[in-house]
Each structure stands twice: as structure tokens, then as C-alpha cells.
T-cell receptor, first 118, second 115 residues
Framework: GAVVSQHPSRVICKSGTSVKIECRSL??????MFWYRQFPKQSLMLMAT?????????EQGVEKDKFLINHASLTLSTLTVTSAHPEDSSFYIC??????????????FGPGTRLLVL | AQSVTQLGSHVSVSEGALVLLRCNYS??????LFWYVQYPNQGLQLLLK??????LVKGINGFEAEFKKSETSFHLTKPSAHMSDAAEYFC?????????????FGTGTKLQVIP
């Protein structure tokens, strides 16, 4: 099956710093990538949908200036948490939609990035 | 609007017993339905999916689910639980809106397998 990687898998940073998380589709091209956030003991919440070469579409309540998303190529999307605060600590998961799959009904998920802001 | 309800945030079964995880959905159009499994500190792994065709779908690790339109349900089952099945399971609905996929997850059910 299709593989999505995320880097780093875990990151600890000081409050006020920015953190970049990379999401890569390793064996397929992803025109569309999705970023999710998962709070402890809760489900995944969609943060934004990013399309290669265009601006991301953010879900209601997600701060665009705080969570910067860049989808510069068909295999890479990045999420930058700017001026991170402890409340941003969470598990961030990305997924990619295979552009080559005719029905495109499946997203392939990355392994997630655990962010801890001190 | 679409929604997914998973009954029971925690389910405990004995090893070898039947596993039944419940999922009900609400959707204005025929949905695509998915079950994902998440092991601790890991991402999601697709177990199985229903898009069209046969309503009983088989997935990996011996799991299967049946789409029942009349009951708006997509319950996940496995005849005999293994210790390795202990994980959190998420039901999800995917709809296409404005040319994009929109995924809605349930709140998850944590499965505990008792030896």
C-alpha cells in the first residue's frame, strides 16, 4: 500500500518557538494532503486541506497564521506551528490522497508527530 | 452534514471472544465508510472500507464490517479476539464536497483484550 511519512516523529520545543512538521508521500503523488490534530483520548479533528500549489483551506476555528501549511510539491506538505504554546501540544497526523487512484476514496495516513511545548 | 457515532468508548473482551464495535452514521448522500485502527503513539491504519457493491466487507487481521443502510450502521466484528487486537478503532465517513474529500471520524473505541 501507499506510504506516508512524517518527520519528526516527536519534537519538544520551548514556548514561543516555531516547529515545522513534514509530511511526505513516498510512493505516490498527492495532489491533496490533509492535516489532523488529535487530542489525548479524542478523535482526529481535521485542521486543513492543502492542495499542491495553492493555499490551504482551513477548518473553522483553526488559526491560519498560527498553523502555516505549505504544499510545494506533489509529495511534500509542511505544517509549521508558529510561536508554539503549551496548548498546542498534541499529536499531529497528515494524510495524502493518491492522485493516481481513479476513485480517490482513500486517504493514506502518516504515523503522526507528537509535539510537546514546554 | 455528516456525523459518525461510535457507541462505547471502551470495550473489553476476553481473548478468543467475539469482537463487536458499533458505528452509526448520518449522511445526506450515500457515504463511503471506513474503519481505522490506531496503536499507541502511531498513526492510523486502514482496516477496511465500504464504497459500493457488496455490503459485507472483509479487511485485514480477520476483521469485517457490514453496511446496513436501513440501520445506518457499519459495525466492525471479528469472530475471535487476539491480544494483538488491543488498540483504538475509529469509524469514519468520507464524502466529497466541492471537489474535495471531507472525512469525519467517530470518537473512537478503545478495545481491551483480556487474557
Amino acid at each position: 500500500g501507499a506510504v506516508v511519512s512524517q518527520h519528526p516523529s516527536r519534537v519538544i520545543c520551548k514556548s514561543g518557538t516555531s516547529v515545522k512538521i513534514e509530511c511526505r508521500s513516498l510512493d505516490f503523488q498527492a495532489t491533496t494532503m490533509f492535516w489532523y490534530r488529535q487530542f489525548p483520548k479524542q478523535s482526529l479533528m481535521l485542521m486543513a486541506t492543502s492542495n499542491e500549489g495553492s493555499k490551504a483551506t482551513y477548518e473553522q476555528g483553526v488559526e491560519k497564521d498560527k498553523f502555516l501549511i505549505n504544499h510545494a510539491s506533489l509529495t511534500l506538505s509542511t505544517l509549521t506551528v508558529t510561536s508554539a504554546h503549551p496548548e498546542d501540544s498534541s499529536f499531529y497526523i497528515c494524510s495524502g490522497e493518491d492522485s493516481g487512484t481513479p476513485s480517490q476514496e482513500t486517504q493514506y495516513f502518516g504515523p503522526g508527530t507528537r509535539l510537546l511545548v514546554l | 452534514a455528516q456525523s459518525v457515532t461510535q457507541l462505547g468508548s471502551h470495550v473489553s473482551v476476553s481473548e478468543g471472544a467475539l469482537v463487536l464495535l458499533r458505528c452509526n452514521y448520518s449522511s445526506s448522500v450515500p457515504p463511503y465508510l471506513f474503519w481505522y485502527v490506531q496503536y499507541p503513539n502511531q498513526g492510523l491504519q486502514l482496516l477496511l472500507k465500504y464504497t459500493t457493491g457488496a455490503t459485507l466487507v472483509k479487511g485485514i487481521n480477520g476483521f469485517e464490517a457490514e453496511f446496513k443502510k436501513s440501520e445506518t450502521s457499519f459495525h466492525l466484528t471479528k469472530p475471535s479476539a487476539h491480544m494483538s487486537d488491543a488498540a483504538e478503532y475509529f469509524c469514519a465517513v468520507i464524502l466529497y464536497s466541492g471537489g474535495y474529500q471531507k472525512v469525519t471520524f467517530g470518537t473512537g473505541t478503545k478495545l481491551q483484550v483480556i487474557p
